[in-house]
């Protein structure tokens, strides 16, 4: 006797076949490098302005953790804008840092974004939901005469590029090394 497709997946609804999907994403992600997610990337992180900004200033970390450097990014913005929580998390600051207002968020696993000039009536504690308006761009930059938000991430004591979050690092390539090089790094036959 044969095998009837049950009346609930019938002709049109064949049975699952997870190894076999496994075989297709995996053939997706094989032929598309781009729909894999970065190794280095925290996957699910949004802007924090809308629509996306343009990088001003790119993320620069100094030789050494007290050495001279650029500690995050500045994305293109016009004063008013309105800033958004990247990810979910918890206000773990607001005030002013010198003579700039600061507002961080604490995301949890020892990760911290932290924004300025940024105006905000949130106070310390607050949970904030991603993509949810927490502030404003209000206040003295150092973007020169336009207007730029400065956005850094730590963990720990570690600044990270903000742009791994929102997957929008550009993989390395590696270039072919000319002749005239590679002859001239060999070592000698002294």
Do not use: K
Request: include cysteine; aromatic fraction near 6%; proline fraction near 12%.
């Amino acid at each position: 006797m044969r095998n009837r497709p049950s009346p609930r997946r019938g002709w049109l609804h064949p049975p699952r076949r997870p190894a076999a999907r496994a075989g297709l994403l995996a053939l997706v992600l094989l032929l598309d490098p781009a729909a894999a997610p970065l190794a280095s990337a925290e996957p699910g992180w949004a802007w924090p302005l809308a629509p996306r900004p343009a990088v001003v200033g790119d993320w620069a970390p100094p030789a050494e953790r007290w050495g001279r450097g650029h500690r995050g990014v500045d994305l293109g913005a016009v004063a008013g804008a309105a800033v958004r929580a990247p990810e979910d998390g918890t206000v773990s600051f607001v005030g002013f840092v010198v003579d700039r207002p600061v507002l961080t968020i604490d995301h949890g696993g020892g990760l911290r974004s932290s924004f300025e000039p940024v105006e905000s009536a949130l106070v310390r504690g607050e949970r904030v939901r991603r993509g949810q308006v927490v502030g404003v761009l209000r206040g003295r930059d150092h973007c020169g005469p336009g207007a730029c938000l400065h956005w850094g991430v730590r963990r720990g004591d570690d600044y990270l590029n903000p742009l791994q979050f929102v997957g929008a690092l550009e993989p390395s390539v590696l270039l072919p090394v000319p002749e005239r090089l590679r002859t001239a790094a060999q070592p000698s036959s002294f």
